[in-house]
């Protein structure tokens, strides 16, 4: 099935369309699981009058009194166990002076009455805790799976508008490579939401020859008009046998990458991670992540989040929704709070354009021809919350500009309300340009001013951008 669209003819694929009824179910089951019960903090009327005849069976059955206080005056008795359940669930199993008087007043078996009562609440205790862990995972889980169908929606979607026909282009195509010696059996064309054509060809070289990718590519540019090459860690020459070779067009800007770090007291091991990675998109991300505390327990954590991140980003998550997932893995089933900072910029070497993501990060700093701006955080740290709401902030770059991204410890090791400025003058009073040495150079000027060891992890990368 086909449709038209900017004059080429855009496929409509059943198996996209069966894949988004797949994902609007999933969707439907997470609702259904948000809209049950959620945690409880206090006990049912049914609950409690369960522990009532609990502790009536046990103690008031052998009880001389039984009649007189659960026939005759059972209001008040019931009264009583409300008000000592109140008093130990708000105050704990130390009862004040008065509620004990209290109970030796009314009951001659106060002794045990007391410690069958505080036998029973604390195995609905239990089970109101455990339930409340059922209800957290169920919650949890419903979570991921929204965040995974809407995952489904928005490639199935994507897919859906990207795939295309040109059976001119698949012709002049078909030709040119049968004159290079070049066999093809198939072509897929895409086109992103931008314009950029990315082309997949199954071919092989004829028998006795030796091609090149990067030579293939330079005959499909020839053909499209645009400036294809191998997609990046493609195969440097063609097999023998029938082989998928992806091309895309080449980006517009590159970037290069400096990172310079020290651990609390001067110790090897840092609690900070980060990564520089390519994704989809002719896109590179830039991530560095601060773990609770600091040494090798704030590490684990940190490189967990760093390299999680970097396979839902590689296999083609969106941002926010990567964030997301990881938020929700670091919250779900967790006695204690373990959280962790994010601070993500995105470069898009197309259009020079960066993405700012930040879950509970320092500022980040933007050196843009010898003026300085500052991107800050609105939401925190990733496990702290069920869900959170980092947005992305977006700005356009130069080519030579220059993203300098720091772990608190860096601003930590500034006097005091003066750190965005001292940090202001030592980033934009260099005319250093090389990513590697402008981050030794902020560091070591910052444990300079600072004049005494690291009192936390410190951690520097800076990334900067040129056009080709």
């Given at each position: 099935?086909?449709?038209?669209?900017?004059?080429?003819?855009?496929?409509?694929?059943?198996?996209?369309?069966?894949?988004?009824?797949?994902?609007?179910?999933l969707?439907?089951l997470?609702?259904?699981?948000?809209?049950?019960?959620?945690?409880r903090?206090?006990?049912?009327?049914?609950?409690i009058n369960?522990?009532?005849?609990?502790?009536a069976?046990?103690?008031?059955?052998?009880?001389?009194?039984?009649k007189?206080?659960l026939e005759n005056n059972?209001p008040?008795?019931?009264?009583?166990?409300?008000?000592?359940?109140?008093?130990?669930?708000?105050?704990?199993?130390?009862?004040?002076?008065?509620?004990?008087?209290?109970?030796?007043?009314r009951?001659?078996?106060?002794?045990?009455?007391l410690?069958e009562?505080?036998?029973?609440?604390q195995e609905?205790?239990?089970?109101?805790?455990?339930?409340n862990?059922?209800?957290?995972?169920?919650e949890?889980?419903?979570?991921?799976?929204?965040?995974?169908?809407?995952?489904?929606?928005h490639?199935?979607r994507e897919?859906?508008?990207?795939?295309?026909?040109?059976p001119?282009?698949?012709?002049?195509?078909?030709?040119?490579f049968k004159?290079?010696?070049?066999?093809l059996?198939?072509?897929?064309?895409?086109?992103?939401?931008?314009?950029?054509?990315?082309?997949h060809?199954?071919?092989?070289?004829?028998?006795?020859?030796?091609?090149?990718t990067?030579?293939?590519?330079?005959?499909?540019?020839?053909?499209?008009?645009?400036?294809?090459?191998p997609?990046?860690?493609?195969?440097?020459?063609?097999?023998?046998?029938?082989?998928?070779?992806?091309?895309?067009?080449g980006?517009?800007f590159?970037?290069m990458?400096?990172?310079?770090?020290?651990?609390?007291?001067c110790?090897?091991?840092?609690?900070?991670?980060?990564?520089m990675?390519q994704?989809?998109?002719?896109?590179?991300a830039a991530i560095l992540?601060?773990?609770?505390?600091?040494?090798?327990?704030?590490?684990k954590?940190?490189?967990?989040?760093?390299?999680?991140?970097?396979?839902?980003?590689?296999?083609?998550?969106?941002?926010?929704?990567?964030?997301?997932?990881?938020?929700t893995?670091?919250?779900?089933?967790?006695?204690?709070?373990f959280?962790?900072?994010?601070?993500?910029?995105?470069?898009?070497?197309y259009?020079?354009?960066c993405?700012?993501i930040?879950?509970g990060?320092?500022?980040?700093?933007?050196r843009?021809?010898?003026?300085?701006?500052?991107?800050?955080?609105e939401?925190?740290?990733?496990?702290?919350?069920?869900?959170t709401?980092?947005?992305?902030?977006k700005?356009?770059?130069?080519?030579?500009d220059m993203?300098?991204?720091?772990?608190?410890?860096v601003?930590?090791?500034?006097?005091?309300?003066?750190e965005?400025k001292?940090?202001?003058?030592?980033?934009?009073?260099?005319p250093?340009?090389?990513?590697?040495?402008?981050?030794h150079?902020?560091?070591?000027k910052?444990?300079?001013?600072?004049?005494?060891?690291?009192?936390d992890?410190?951690?520097?990368?800076v990334?900067?951008?040129w056009?080709m």
């Open positions: 099935m086909e449709d038209k669209k900017d004059g080429q003819a855009v496929i409509l694929n059943p198996y996209v369309t069966q894949a988004d009824r797949f994902a609007m179910s969707r439907h997470a609702d259904t699981f948000l809209k049950l019960e959620g945690p903090e206090r006990f049912t009327t049914e609950e369960d522990m009532f005849e609990q502790v069976g046990k103690v008031c059955a052998s009880c001389e009194n039984r007189k206080c059972r008040h008795v019931y009264q009583m166990v409300y008000e000592l359940l109140c008093v130990v669930e708000e105050y704990g199993t130390e009862l004040n002076v008065e509620m004990k008087r209290k109970l030796q007043k009951c001659i078996m106060a002794p045990r009455f410690r009562t505080l036998e029973v609440f609905a205790k239990k089970m109101l805790v455990w339930n862990k059922m209800v957290q995972s169920r949890g889980c419903a979570v991921q799976l929204d965040t995974f169908a809407r995952m489904i929606q490639a199935t897919l859906e508008a990207s795939i295309f026909t040109d001119p282009l698949e012709k002049r195509i078909k030709t040119r004159k290079a010696g070049i066999r059996l198939s072509t897929v064309f895409f086109v992103t939401p931008q314009g950029r054509y990315e082309i060809v199954t071919v092989k070289p004829e028998k006795g020859k030796c091609i090149t990067k030579a293939m590519a330079r005959l499909l540019s020839q053909c499209a008009s645009r400036n294809m090459s997609a990046r860690d493609e195969r440097p020459v063609l097999s023998q046998e029938y082989c998928t070779i992806i091309c895309v067009e980006p517009c590159y970037t990458q400096g990172i310079a770090k020290i651990g609390k007291g110790q090897k091991i840092s609690g900070d991670s980060f990564l990675t994704i989809p998109g002719g896109q590179e992540s601060d773990g609770m505390g600091s040494g090798e327990a704030a590490f954590e940190s490189a967990m989040v760093v390299e999680m991140l970097e396979e839902l980003l590689k296999a083609g998550f969106p941002k926010e929704t990567a964030l997301e997932m990881m938020n893995a670091l919250v779900m089933g967790r006695e204690e709070v959280f962790s900072t994010v601070d993500m910029s995105v470069f898009d070497l259009t020079g354009n993405e700012f930040k879950a990060a320092a500022q980040t700093f933007i843009h021809d010898g003026n300085m701006e500052h991107i800050y955080s939401s925190l740290p990733l496990g702290v919350v069920k869900s709401a980092a947005a992305a902030v700005r356009k770059l130069s080519s030579g993203v300098v991204m720091v772990t608190d410890g601003l930590d090791a500034l006097p005091h309300g003066e965005e001292l940090l202001d003058m030592i980033i934009g009073g260099t250093l340009e090389n990513p590697k040495e402008l981050a150079y902020i560091l070591e910052v444990l300079e001013l600072g004049n005494t060891e690291p009192l992890d410190m951690t520097v990368l990334a900067g951008i056009q």
